[in-house]
């Protein structure tokens, strides 16, 4: 079975640009959890969707956003980009309620 | 506030011996704990899990113990081997309507270095 894949790897961006990042989980996992990870604050969880719905949201600006679609692929977007949201982007998939599964993550650089 | 805490930034260990990570969690309402295993430029990889009904659960050389009175847990490493390098996160998860267990709470890791 394949695993959770995140595209672009790699992504440089300026400030005030937005980006959109992609996610497909794995096969048959509707859940999908989105990570930022930065060196001071760590893992911090943004949101979950499950079956196209937001299930559950992280204490993040409203600059970030989310969706996810009928085949349970799932994009982030995050708008007006600032230095601080320099980080890894990890991207989870799970059945709902057991360990989730995660990708490689995307490196965003803002400059 | 953090909920879930390692306060060992680094833990180094002869490979043979055993290894424990701790994990202290302030939340009362988490009711299953993760550990995940991650390696520079990858994602975290999940190694064991544990129910707040349990007090231990055990998978090869991994055994986690979750001590609820004192909102502590613990991942035993018996044999530690080199590839074990890497970081290590806690995860704790909150009880939830539907009982999602999509919004993680990650400590910030413990380094373990195994050394030959």
């Known amino acids: 079975k394949a695993g959770v894949t995140q595209t672009p790897r790699y992504l440089i961006k300026t400030r005030g640009q937005q980006v959109t990042l992609s996610c497909s989980p794995i096969?048959?996992?509707?859940?999908v959890s989105w990570y930022q990870q930065t060196p001071g604050q760590g893992l911090q969880f943004l949101f979950e969707y499950f079956s196209e719905t937001q299930r559950n949201k992280g204490n993040f600006p409203g600059r970030f956003s989310g969706r996810q679609f009928s085949n349970s692929r799932s994009e982030m977007n995050v708008s007006t980009l600032e230095l601080g949201d320099s980080a890894l982007y990890l991207c989870?998939?799970?059945?709902?309620?057991?360990?989730?599964?995660f990708g490689p993550g995307t490196r965003l650089t803002v400059l | 506030d953090q909920q879930v805490k390692q306060n060992s930034p680094s833990l180094s260990v002869q490979e043979g011996r055993i290894s424990i990570l701790n994990c202290d969690y302030t939340n009362s309402m988490f009711d299953y704990f993760l550990w995940y295993k991650k390696y520079p430029a990858e994602g975290p990889t999940f190694l064991i899990s544990?129910?707040?009904?349990?007090d231990k659960n055990e998978d090869g050389r991994f055994t986690v113990f979750l001590n609820k009175s004192a909102k502590h847990l613990s991942l035993h490493i018996v044999p530690s081997q080199p590839g074990d390098s890497a970081v290590y996160f806690c995860?704790?998860?909150?009880?939830?309507?539907?009982?999602?267990?999509?919004?993680?709470?990650f400590g910030k890791g413990t380094k373990l270095s195994v050394k030959p």
């Open positions: 096969s048959g996992h509707r859940s």
């Open positions: 989870a998939s799970s059945l709902g309620r057991d360990e989730q599964f």
């Open positions: 544990i129910s707040s009904i349990k």
């Open positions: 995860a704790a998860s909150p009880m939830n309507y539907g009982g999602s267990q999509g919004n993680l709470i």
